[in-house]
């Protein structure tokens, strides 16, 4: 079975700073791969997907995620947050065969600080 | 259009009474998915719909669990008995599943907070 490991619980990173989120997944073959943000009060909104190809992925909101097969990751990344990003971000990987079900990590809380 | 909505927003509901949360899907989409997110953890699959096809139930955690789904309309999770760790904020994803490539983008409900005293 498939799972999403998000090391990182809780980051603090200053307006303007650059932000890495790391996700590591664990499944048997190429994955499709996912980050979600969930702001407070709102629902899960998908920032970017990964299913082949390119494995450098741009999202909405300025946010990248590249993908690396032999460490089985998918980071995130913003080159120069806004104090509007605060919030909390999944990763999560869904299988290419199936009801494509999403298996989610628990969750990287964002805050930033001015 | 309109999102995927849900409701209640909130329920609060004594030990050992029945539930029922509600979702309706973005029209169009065939296939329909209930999560539950306990508090400072990951979203749990619990049950997907696919257009006619049976359900996929392999993530309902207990027989007190169910849902149903009228077409590819509403859809309802029903909860019997609650119990105290029954409490968590249950997400309805919605989804249309073409004959595009690559994963089809769930669309995810504001969620419905269930506590159960």
């Known amino acids: 079975a498939q799972s999403v490991t998000q090391p990182d619980i809780h980051i603090t990173v200053s307006e303007g700073a650059s932000l890495e989120l790391r996700c590591n997944y664990s499944?048997?073959?190429?994955?499709?791969l996912f980050w979600y943000v969930q702001s407070p009060g709102q629902g899960l909104q998908l920032l970017l997907k990964?299913?082949?190809?390119?494995?450098l992925v741009q999202g909405i909101k300025g946010f990248e995620a590249e993908f690396k097969r032999s460490q089985s990751s998918f980071n995130l990344r913003k080159p120069s947050v806004h104090w509007s990003d605060a919030a909390e971000y999944f990763c999560?990987?869904?299988?290419?065969?199936?009801?494509?079900?999403?298996?989610f990590g628990t969750g990287t809380r964002l805050t930033i600080i001015p | 259009g309109a999102g995927v909505s849900q409701s209640p927003s909130n329920k609060v509901t004594e030990k050992g009474k029945d539930v029922e949360l509600r979702c309706d899907p973005i029209?169009?989409?065939?296939?329909l998915y209930w999560y539950r997110q306990r508090l400072g953890q990951g979203l749990e699959f619990l049950i997907y719909?696919?257009?006619?096809?049976?359900?996929?139930k392999s993530g309902l955690p207990s027989d007190r669990f169910s849902a149903e789904r009228t077409g590819e309309s509403v859809s309802t999770l029903t909860i019997q008995r609650t119990q105290q760790e029954d409490s968590a904020v249950y997400l309805c994803?919605?989804?249309?599943?073409?004959?595009?490539?690559?994963?089809?983008?769930?669309?995810f409900g504001p969620g419905t907070r269930l506590t159960v005293l």
């Open positions: 994803a919605s989804s249309y599943r073409g004959g595009r490539s690559g994963p089809d983008t769930q669309y």
């Open positions: 029209s169009g989409h065939t296939a």
């Open positions: 990964y299913f082949s190809g390119d494995t």
């Open positions: 999560a990987v869904g299988v290419r065969f199936g009801n494509e079900k999403l298996t």
């Open positions: 499944y048997g073959a190429t994955p499709y």
């Open positions: 719909f696919q257009g006619n096809s049976a359900p996929d």
